[in-house]
């Protein structure tokens, strides 16, 4: 017998993957959660139905929510991510050695749990020393510290459930108060193809928040249209202003000095999105 999962990524588009094992499904606090192997991408961690990383693929979206910041800021010392249970994007931070602390803040302990047991590969820098575990709501934390960060990435699922807040205006104006004079703000925010009203909505609020905003892509075939986008906000370093010779060769499978720069070249299509 074949088994298959299927996404539906809208009520017209899904992507379907052949099953070789189901290994854990189950219900939290704040959302269901699945981790099935699949012949595919491999080992694949989904939340309420939707992908959120998988071992084929990870190395794309925790690459370019990861390094783009901390390239762009000349010296992040303190990092928090928020969402991201998973723990690939503090794996990518913590490549970093400047990075004294990445504070990892989920708001479901069971999505750590799971990840640190089916995903050792991804979750595999959640026990560093640097890294800390607060077990949150992102909103909350971000109210709590002022003046504190060097660099912040909102590793979110979909505006959804307890990530519809993690969208809005007043979380990035949280999220800048947070930060250092400096600092560097990261979201991921969908696909240009499907979520365009999103991307410019976002992208108003962060340019309306911070003296530099910039909007980038990458791919990550596994996500809804493959194109994937990340909106930055910066109160003084440019991305578009990195020098070359200031990025680090870090065993690296996506992001490159090339790329760097590469992604901030937007298609016409989603440049408009954000003019
Ligand atoms: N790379 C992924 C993507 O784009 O699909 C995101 C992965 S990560 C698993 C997303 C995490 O955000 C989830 O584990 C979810 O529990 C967490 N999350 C959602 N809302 C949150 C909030 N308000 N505070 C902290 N974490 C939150």
């Known amino acids: 017998m074949e088994l298959w999962y299927t996404e539906k990524q809208t009520k017209d588009l899904g992507i379907t993957c052949k099953i070789k094992e189901t290994l854990h499904v189950e219900k939290s606090e704040f959302q269901h959660i699945a ?21 084929q693929d990870e190395f794309v979206y925790h690459e370019m929510i990861s390094h783009v910041p901390l390239f762009t800021h000349p010296n992040p010392r303190k990092v928090a991510v928020i969402g991201g249970g998973d723990g690939g994007s503090i794996r990518e931070i913590l490549k970093h050695k400047s ?22 590969e991804i979750s595999v ?22 003046n504190e960060f060097d660099v912040i990435m909102v590793d979110s699922t979909d505006p959804v459930g307890p990530a519809v807040g993690l969208f809005v205006k007043g979380f990035y104006q949280s999220i800048h108060d947070a930060l250092k004079e400096d600092g560097v703000f990261v979201a991921q925010t969908e696909s240009p193809f499907l979520n365009g009203e999103l991307i410019t909505s976002v992208y108003k609020d962060v340019q309306e928040v911070f003296p530099i905003a910039r909007l980038y892509l990458c791919c990550v075939p596994t996500y809804p249209s493959g194109m994937w986008t990340f909106t930055l ?43």
């Open 99 to 120: 990075v004294e602390k990445a504070c990892l803040v989920e708001i479901d302990k069971k999505v750590v749990e799971v990840s640190k047991r089916y995903l050792p």
């Open 233 to 275: 906000g910066s109160k003084k370093f440019d991305p578009l202003k990195v020098e070359e010779n200031n990025i680090e060769e870090l065993d690296f499978k996506y992001y490159s000095k090339e790329i760097h720069k590469a992604a901030f070249a937007l298609p016409p299509f989603v440049k408009k999105l954000v003019e």
């Open 35 to 55: 981790l099935i192997d699949t012949n595919q991408y491999g080992r694949m961690l989904v939340l309420d139905g939707t992908v959120q990383t998988t071992i």
């Open 125 to 146: 820098a959640l026990d560093d020393s640097r890294a800390q575990v607060c077990i949150e709501d992102g909103i909350e934390f971000v109210k709590n510290h002022k």
